[in-house]
């Protein structure tokens, strides 16, 4: 670990017990940096946006955390969607603080933190997809990570208002999202199945065809290609 990055980590330790009471605040920032007897002006350094990047910094390593788990999983016995769910259940159990990850989503809801929200839920998608091993390199690397944000998304909301044991309500309500996205995936094979709506949608799928996934690891840099072969 690099020398900013253990700032971030000293930073990020102590904020959150102060994260309790004053959420992602500057004012729980400025405490942190007390607490961890380092400078504002150096911690700026590292976190310029103050707490919003330490709820970055926190939701990231989460996904970290879920990513070696799932490599460390077997899921060779699994369905697709129970392999799916079981990625998602990881996710939410890695939490290590339920209250700062209720914190953040009041943060993340603000409109001026709408599009940083939209990209670390698609980064948890994209780390699920990747972690299970999916290899589309098409439109359907978009349109799984699509699906699956809005699928943590609301999965999130329920767990943070659940309080069944062992949030076991969570769970049964995840498992009906990935039914409602299976039925979707049913009727695209029936379309697919169907000839004469085929030669109807001819266009929209060679349009479709063109749409690569991002070449490299670091899909954050690009949305992607355009194949105009």
């Given amino acids: 670990m690099d020398m900013n990055a253990d700032m971030k980590a000293q930073l990020l330790q102590a904020i959150l017990p102060h994260v309790t009471f004053d959420g992602w605040s500057e004012t729980a920032f400025c405490q942190a940096c007390n607490d961890s007897d380092i400078e504002?002006?150096?911690?700026r350094l590292v976190c310029p946006r103050g707490a919003l990047n330490l709820a970055v910094f926190?939701?990231?390593?989460?996904?970290?955390?879920?990513?070696?788990?799932?490599?460390?999983?077997?899921?060779?016995?699994?369905?697709?969607?129970?392999?799916?769910?079981?990625?998602?259940?990881?996710?939410?159990?890695s939490v290590t603080d339920k209250e700062a990850v209720r914190r953040?989503?009041?943060l993340f809801s603000l409109p001026q933190n709408a599009a940083l929200?939209?990209?670390?839920?698609?980064?948890?998608?994209?780390?699920?997809?990747?972690?299970?091993?999916?290899s589309s390199t098409d439109v359907n690397w978009y349109t799984k990570r699509a699906t699956l944000s809005a699928v943590y998304g609301s999965c999130?909301?329920?767990w943070l208002g659940d309080d069944s044991p062992d949030h076991v309500a969570t769970w049964?309500?995840?498992?009906?999202?990935?039914?409602?996205?299976?039925?979707?995936e049913k009727v695209k094979s029936k379309v697919r199945e169907n000839a004469p709506l085929q030669k109807l949608l001819s266009g929209p799928n060679w349009m479709l065809s063109k749409i690569r996934s991002p070449q490299s690891k670091t899909w954050k840099e690009s949305p992607g290609t355009w194949n105009n072969s």
């Fill in 156 to 158: 999130v909301l329920f």
């Fill in 104 to 106: 953040g989503a009041t």
């Fill in 58 to 93: 926190f939701h990231v390593l989460g996904d970290n955390a879920m990513h070696m788990q799932i490599h460390a999983h077997d899921f060779s016995t699994m369905r697709f969607r129970d392999k799916v769910a079981t990625a998602v259940r990881i996710r939410l159990e």
């Fill in 172 to 184: 049964e309500f995840l498992d009906r999202r990935i039914e409602n996205v299976m039925q979707v």
């Fill in 117 to 134: 929200s939209a990209r670390l839920i698609w980064g948890t998608a994209d780390a699920i997809w990747s972690g299970l091993g999916d």
């Fill in 40 to 43: 504002l002006s150096n911690a």
